[in-house]
């Protein structure tokens, strides 16, 4: 049977945080690289599912899954990537906005201490600006760049694209009633125009 696991994830997540608590798997990966080979069934686990069924069956099974290698996963780990990327660099910020207004507490706390020495209050109060101009930066480079915004428009595509591969594979609407070639066809149609931003459900729903 295929890791069902595995089929909800993304190429940047990784096992060794697994024992962890919560909140320290939800810590940013900070140099995630891209996978090349990551599959959202893995070939070994493909054979093994076709072990199960006919011989024509498995062929048909297995030039669908050759077919998707090629025309939607590119797409699809080009979109879970760049989604990874973005996420880790919104959280990120939130660790350095964490960070600066812990510095800012712990600056204006020695200020008390040496509220008698004009020397030192006047230099932790530089030091407390710098904090606020370095925070004022902060926020307006993420203002900028919007990494939640990018964060959410590229996991939106890549799932759009996971829910195409797998709708493809299993031969259901819209694929089920038509032949090879015209399945082929729709299933590069539907992989690019969601690819691009156009979400096909919406405007049948629509």
């Given at each position: 049977?295929?890791?069902?696991?595995?089929?909800?994830?993304?190429?940047?997540?990784?096992?060794?945080?697994?024992?962890?608590?919560?909140?320290?798997?939800?810590?940013?990966?900070?140099?995630?690289?891209?996978?090349?080979h990551?599959?959202?069934?893995?070939?070994?686990?493909?054979?093994?599912?076709?072990?199960?069924v006919?011989?024509?069956?498995?062929?048909?099974?297995?030039?669908?899954?050759?077919?998707?290698?090629?025309?939607?996963?590119?797409?699809?780990?080009d979109?879970?990537?760049?989604?990874?990327?973005?996420?880790?660099?919104?959280?990120?910020?939130q660790?350095?906005?964490?960070?600066?207004?812990?510095?800012?507490?712990?600056?204006?706390?020695?200020q008390?201490?040496?509220?008698?020495?004009?020397?030192?209050?006047?230099?932790?109060?530089?030091?407390?600006?710098?904090?606020?101009?370095?925070?004022?930066?902060?926020?307006?480079?993420?203002?900028?760049?919007?990494?939640?915004?990018?964060?959410?428009?590229?996991r939106?595509?890549?799932?759009?694209?996971?829910?195409?591969?797998?709708?493809?594979?299993?031969?259901?609407?819209?694929?089920?009633?038509l032949?090879?070639?015209?399945?082929?066809?729709?299933?590069?149609?539907?992989?690019a125009?969601?690819?691009?931003?156009?979400?096909?459900?919406?405007?049948?729903?629509?």
């Amino acid at each position: 049977m295929p890791d069902i696991k595995r089929m909800y994830t993304s190429m940047g997540a990784s096992d060794f945080r697994q024992g962890l608590p919560e909140v320290f798997r939800q810590f940013p990966i900070w140099n995630p690289k891209p996978d090349p080979h990551y599959a959202l069934i893995k070939p070994e686990e493909l054979q093994g599912m076709l072990k199960q069924v006919d011989t024509a069956t498995a062929t048909a099974i297995q030039k669908d899954y050759d077919y998707l290698e090629n025309e939607l996963m590119p797409m699809f780990r080009d979109r879970d990537f760049r989604a990874k990327e973005e996420q880790n660099r919104y959280r990120k910020y939130q660790l350095y906005f964490m960070g600066l207004a812990a510095s800012a507490t712990f600056i204006g706390s020695l200020q008390v201490i040496v509220i008698d020495r004009a020397n030192w209050v006047s230099f932790f109060a530089f030091l407390e600006m710098f904090v606020a101009l370095l925070t004022t930066y902060v926020a307006t480079v993420q203002g900028n760049e919007s990494p939640l915004q990018r964060w959410l428009l590229h996991r939106r595509r890549a799932e759009s694209l996971r829910r195409e591969y797998f709708r493809y594979l299993a031969n259901v609407e819209p694929y089920d009633t038509l032949n090879p070639p015209q399945r082929r066809r729709l299933l590069s149609n539907r992989a690019a125009d969601i690819n691009r931003g156009v979400y096909l459900d919406e405007l049948e729903q629509g």
